[in-house]
């Protein structure tokens, strides 16, 4: 459960945008998209190689500058 406190006399759009910052943090909605479908381990695994490797081209191609 999520817990915004607020001061007295703040106003609530602002207490509404630190709820949403909270949610966002939690990952909720992220973990929810993720499960609506089921995606294989190997496939899983090959997503995650082909982050690194192109992370890995990123930082060499900044390091390179």
């Keep these: 459960m999520i817990i915004v406190p607020i001061k007295e006399g703040e106003n609530i759009e ?8 909270k949610f966002e943090k939690t990952g909720t909605v992220r973990e929810l998209r993720a499960r609506k479908t089921f995606v294989k381990k190997s ?13 890995q081209q990123m930082q060499l191609q900044e390091e390179s500058l």
Aim: zero cysteines.
């Design 14 to 21: 602002r207490a509404l945008k630190k709820f949403k910052r």
């Design 43 to 55: 496939v899983l695994r090959r997503d995650q190689v082909k982050k690194a490797v192109y992370r």
